[in-house]
């Protein structure tokens, strides 16, 4: 089945029907589907702003982002679930639309940009973070020598920094390519 024929498919299911006819079905879908996205970026720019050391610079990266993550998927899985209830409404005309295109574009390069973030800082985060209080005992472990130690420092002190403000400004421009879409798209498939 090619794509137009499946979304054609999605568009004409039950579920996408109710949603689609009931006057009240949509727009509380929507409502779950912003506050689902209210909490989940919070938690996310909460530690974007740890990290570029505008907030809770008394408490360690790892334990900080450690103590969100819960809230933080569970508030994701209902912002994708919600997202696809509104998508199967009208699947066709979002999927053919530029805006929700570019946000879903912009959703994989912020999954990517917190993989690499995950990968690299995790492993690392006890031994460059200033403030935190395991810092001694994981350079010993790690045994550098002082000059490589400050020079991996300041790279992840820079890296960090720069991924965390990618992070603010993709999810900037996920919010209002979701936006964007509502003012943009057609209000049912005609076809
Ligand atoms: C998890 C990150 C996500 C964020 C930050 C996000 C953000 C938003 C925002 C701000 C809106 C506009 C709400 C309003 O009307 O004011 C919106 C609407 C919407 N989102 Fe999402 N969203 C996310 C995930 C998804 C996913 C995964 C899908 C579907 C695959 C999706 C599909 C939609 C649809 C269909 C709308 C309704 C657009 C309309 O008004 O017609 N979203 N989203």
């Known amino acids: 089945m090619e794509l137009d024929g ?9 579920m996408a029907s109710s949603i689609r006819e009931n006057d009240w079905l949509f727009p509380m879908i929507e409502s779950f589907h912003v506050l689902a996205v209210t909490v989940f970026l919070g938690s996310i720019i909460w530690v974007d702003l740890r990290i570029l050391g505008l907030a809770n610079q008394d ?10 993550l819960p809230i933080t998927w569970f508030m994701f899985a209902i912002a994708v679930i919600t ?6 409404s009208n699947a066709v005309n979002y999927a053919h639309n530029v805006y929700f295109q570019l946000k879903i574009l912009l959703l994989l390069s912020a999954g990517i940009n917190m993989m690499i973030f995950q990968l690299w ?36 002190f820079w890296s960090g920094k720069w991924s965390a403000l990618l ?3 993709i999810w900037i421009g996920v919010i209002a390519l979701g936006r964007w879409i509502g003012f943009s798209i057609q209000p049912t498939f005609a076809g």
């Open 83 to 88: 997202g696809v209830a509104l998508f199967t």
């Open 167 to 169: 992070s603010i400004l």
């Open 6 to 14: 499946l979304l054609k498919w999605i568009f004409e299911t039950a």
């Open 59 to 68: 408490r360690g990266l790892r334990r900080f982002a450690k103590e969100l």
């Open 121 to 156: 800082f995790s492993s690392r985060a006890e031994a460059y973070d200033p403030s935190h209080a395991a810092r001694i005992n994981a350079v010993q472990q790690i045994k550098m020598s002082k000059i490589r130690m400050k020079l991996h420092q300041i790279s992840f």
